[in-house]
């Protein structure tokens, strides 16, 4: 009978072994008795449904794209002459800010701070224009009044935001789309302007000392070939030419959207997840946990379209107030977002102040500067404060001189109803267990730096 114990034994072991296994995988049980085959290449890091994404095709740019790619690093455009867009888009840092300070230095003498972190300009090709609820079927192409849109949607209830079933957000009537912290550009041939004249970056003058600039710039000939000989006797519309061509090389050039990401290769079944990143992804996408995956959409489109990780839709944080910012000693101060001060459209639009464009996660391991106001400089903060927000206000805001915590202190009183306390992980009360425990802040943080483009496989 030796045979068999020796088999009992063996599978005793084998036994052990599994359960260890089921144990030590992040996997959630639910998972292994649902599809036990997925769970368990899942366990092993592999995505088990892998998808052919449909990544922007890198055809030669065009001659427009060219130009664009010159006047983007050119720095005679600025008032300074020292300062181009890479100066603040840095393509080293996913055309995001190389430093920490919450805003960057501009104007003349490159010292003057602007009011607003700098965004990355990455993975903006798809983004939406700026609307107002779910899509309006006007029927013909005459586009409905943002503040009509407003109106319609002000008085519906908000509808909640999961991860498991982030398309209930498209009945959701918010604002989404458009560019910059507040949405109020549309297109990237339209927004660059602002940068360009903005006096706390680049500050380029008046339009027709940036048109003399361009006129007199090494691409200048090329400049007329493509706009015309008579282009620069007409400064307004060199300038939006000028812009035009910059648009055109943040679409076209594929350093503006690689999807070379180690999650891109998870996807498509080249990479496997370390067991901390695995964890992290499926907090990610677990709404009682992170719930991040409600708003930072991480899963592809159906037709095969990689997820850019936002749903292109705004919401109030409550970020505290950020001292660092010049403009916030002025108690009377407050950027709003939507509702100002700088966009003026939806200043009477009181339910949206405090709301912000939710921005991409890809390539987030890369910056030093998070959220619209730069206020956090790791991703462990800005993940606690997530967590902990409504149950320990006091680590995030300040006191009154009577000891009373000012939550979401960088919005006037009378609108902080409009953060938002209903989502997961923000549902919580003072002495409720907070939505995930440090360690599991550290596996999500694994998860996020697979968002990083430039992955190869031998890392
Ligand atoms: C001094 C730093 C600075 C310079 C120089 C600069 N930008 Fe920006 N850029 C910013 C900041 C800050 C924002 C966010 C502003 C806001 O949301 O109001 C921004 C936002 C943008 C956005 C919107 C991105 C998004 O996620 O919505 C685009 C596009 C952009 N800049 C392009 C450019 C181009 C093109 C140039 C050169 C013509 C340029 N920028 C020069 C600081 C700069
Ligand atoms: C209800 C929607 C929502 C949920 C849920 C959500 N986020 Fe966000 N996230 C946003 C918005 C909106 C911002 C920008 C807020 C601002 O600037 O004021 C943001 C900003 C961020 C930033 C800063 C990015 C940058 O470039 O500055 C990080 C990092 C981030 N979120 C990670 C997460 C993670 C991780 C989770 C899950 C624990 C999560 N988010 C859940 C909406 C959401």
Redesign the pocket.
């Known amino acids: 009978m030796r045979v068999a114990s020796f088999a009992g034994v063996l599978l005793g072991v084998l036994l052990l072994a599994a359960a260890g296994f089921l144990a030590w995988s992040p996997v959630p049980l639910r998972t292994w008795t649902s599809g036990p085959e997925q769970a368990f290449r899942l366990a092993l890091g592999a995505d088990p449904q892998p998808v052919r994404l449909v990544i922007p095709a890198d055809p030669p740019l065009s001659a427009m794209a060219q130009l664009g790619e010159r006047l983007f690093y050119d720095p005679r455009l600025s008032g300074s002459g020292r300062m181009s867009c890479a100066s603040c888009h840095n393509p080293a840092f996913a055309y995001g800010p190389a430093g920490s300070s919450a805003v960057v230095l501009g104007g003349p003498h490159v010292s003057t701070p602007g009011s607003r972190?700098v965004?990355?300009l990455r993975y903006l090709y798809r983004q939406p224009p700026f609307t107002i609820g779910p899509d309006v079927e006007t029927g013909n192409d005459v586009p409905v009044a943002l503040t009509q849109q407003a109106q319609a949607a002000s008085g519906h209830a908000r509808a909640l935001?999961t991860a498991q079933a982030p398309q209930a957000a498209s009945t959701n009537l918010v604002p989404q789309g458009g560019l910059f912290?507040d949405g109020r550009a549309d297109t990237l041939e339209q927004q660059i302007n602002g940068p360009l004249f903005n006096p706390a970056e680049m500050d380029g003058g008046t339009v027709q000392e940036v048109a003399r600039k361009l006129a007199s710039g090494p691409y200048a000939a090329e400049f007329e070939r493509l706009f015309g000989p008579g282009v620069f006797e007409n400064p307004g519309m060199a300038i939006d030419e000028a812009m035009f061509a910059i648009g055109r090389y943040e679409i076209e050039d594929p350093s503006f959207h690689p999807f070379t990401s180690k999650y891109d290769a998870w996807l498509q079944g080249r990479a496997r997840f370390t067991r901390a990143e695995l964890a992290g992804y499926l907090l990610?996408n677990d709404p009682a946990k992170?719930?991040?995956a409600?708003?930072?959409l991480d899963q592809p489109s159906r037709d095969g379209q990689p997820p850019l990780f936002t749903d292109h839709q705004?919401?109030a944080?409550g970020?505290p107030r950020n001292p660092a910012i010049p403009a916030n000693r002025d108690p009377g101060y407050y950027d709003l977002g939507i509702c100002g001060p700088y966009r003026n459209d939806m200043r009477t639009q009181t339910q949206y102040c405090g709301m912000?464009?939710?921005?991409t996660?890809r390539n987030?391991a890369l910056?030093r500067?998070?959220?619209?106001?730069g206020v956090f400089h790791n991703?462990t903060q800005?993940?606690d404060f997530?967590v902990a927000r409504d149950i320990h206000p006091g680590r995030f805001y300040p006191r009154k001189a009577a000891g009373q915590v000012v939550e979401y202190d960088d919005i006037p009183p009378q609108y902080r109803a409009n953060v938002?306390t209903v989502?997961?992980?923000?549902d919580r009360h003072p002495g409720d267990p907070p939505a995930?425990t440090s360690g599991e802040i550290q596996d999500?943080i694994a998860f996020?730096d697979t968002l990083t483009d430039g992955y190869t496989s031998s890392q």
């Open positions: 972190a965004p990355s935001k912290w990610f992170g719930n991040c409600a708003c930072h705004f919401e944080l970020a912000f464009l939710t921005p996660l987030v910056r500067v998070f959220f619209h106001n991703l800005v993940l997530y938002d989502d997961a992980p923000f995930l999500v996020l």
